[in-house]
């Protein structure tokens, strides 16, 4: 597997134990819907899911990870949810799309978390 591919399972990694230690619940990890992937699908609460868009980087220095979630990729994050309330039988539940990034090392990172980070449009 590809080092790019290892250092994002490294951060999806991270990111799930930070969402643990805040008190979600992580429902589902790589959530595949048709060609689209979710990252992490979790709940704080039972009326809210949360989608959660996880960015990787050993470094900053190149592009901020979170610029990368463009409006094409938030697009793509929208449909999927749509279809993953429907398939879940939650249409009516609130949705809510967060961002996570995660820059450095497996001994040096820096973890940013951006709640309501883009909305539905």
């Known amino acids: 597997m590809a080092k790019h591919n290892?250092?994002?399972?490294?951060?999806?990694?991270i990111a799930?134990?930070?969402?643990?230690?805040?008190?979600?619940?992580?429902?589902?990890k790589n959530n595949r819907v048709g060609r689209l992937e979710l990252d992490l699908v979790v709940r704080q609460n039972p009326t809210e899911l949360v989608i959660v868009e996880v960015k990787t980087r050993s470094s900053a220095l190149w592009q901020d990870p979170l610029a990368a979630v463009d409006k094409q990729k938030q697009k793509h994050l929208i449909r999927a949810g749509n279809h993953l309330l429907h398939a879940l039988n939650t249409a009516n539940a609130a949705i809510r799309f967060d961002l996570i990034s995660v820059v450095g090392t497996q001994s040096d990172y820096q973890i940013s978390h951006i709640e309501d980070a883009f909305y539905p449009f």
């Open 6 to 13: 290892d250092i994002g399972r490294w951060g999806e990694q």
């Open 16 to 28: 799930e134990q930070y969402l643990r230690a805040k008190g979600y619940e992580i429902l589902l």
